[in-house]
């Protein structure tokens, strides 16, 4: 669409604290524009997945890399792998059920210099409609869910350090990696109920239910 340009929200702007609203406009060209931009950002800032408040669109949807390349990249930096990797869109998304636990060392395009351990459910199922409205469901496990979890608290207005059990501070890309190292991805459990007892009411990840 002439003239529609995004961009990185600075990470102090308020629309990031905001709830945003659900799509229902399916089949206006002007969500193939943004998720082309958006997917552009995230190859610059070598993300693996980003959602629609991080650019000003107060939608509720989000992008996520393929597994196979979230594998790819979490060994190698993206900048190395010379790939166009595909990312899909996820309109919607509400998670119905969540299992396990796991922990690892977050970061965000919308937090300035920082890494923070946080606890996400080990699997999720979800449901989430695709870029015409068609309603489908997904189940992830693994460091997947770990990217889920985060961009869909982006629409509840929530980020990683509102739930991090210990965060680091003006840390560059070289440092977050030798955390990272120290402090690998850690599955607590595969089974089981994911418990947020130690996390704000207002930042607990939504559980919502089934579609009949």
């Known amino acids: 669409m002439e003239n529609l340009e995004i ?7 308020k629309r990031l604290r905001e709830i945003s609203s659900e799509v229902t406009d399916f089949g206006n060209p002007y969500y193939k524009e943004v998720i082309e931009q958006m997917k552009n950002i995230c190859l610059e800032e070598k993300a693996y997945a980003c959602a629609a408040p991080q650019f000003g669109v107060l939608k ?9 390349e979230m594998q790819a990249e979490n060994e190698k930096e993206l900048n190395d792998m010379g790939v166009n990797y595909t990312i899909t869109p996820y309109f919607n998304p509400k998670i119905i059920s969540m299992k396990g636990k796991q922990y690892f060392y977050e970061s965000c395009m919308s937090v300035d210099d920082a890494t923070g351990k946080v606890a996400r459910p080990y699997s999720i199922e979800l ?23 985060h961009e869909i608290d982006h629409l509840d207005g929530i980020e990683y350090t509102d739930k991090a059990e210990k965060i680091f501070y003006n840390v560059g890309t070289d440092e977050r990696l030798a955390i990272r190292k120290r ?3 850690l599955i607590v459990s595969k089974e089981g109920n994911f418990f947020q007892d130690t996390i704000q009411e207002k930042y607990k990840t939504l559980v919502h239910k089934k579609r009949i």
């Not at 961009?7 to 702007?13: A, E, G, S, W, Y």
């Not at 509720?60 to 597994?67: A, K, N, S, V």
């Not at 409609?129 to 997904?138: A, L, P, R, S, V």
């Open 7 to 13: 961009k990185t929200l600075d990470p102090n702007d």
């Open 60 to 68: 509720r949807f989000i992008l996520i890399m393929t597994t196979s």
């Open 127 to 149: 449901e989430a409609q695709d870029i015409e409205g068609n309603y489908f469901t997904k189940k992830v496990e693994g460091f997947e869910t770990i990217i889920f979890c």
């Open 183 to 185: 402090e690998p991805h």
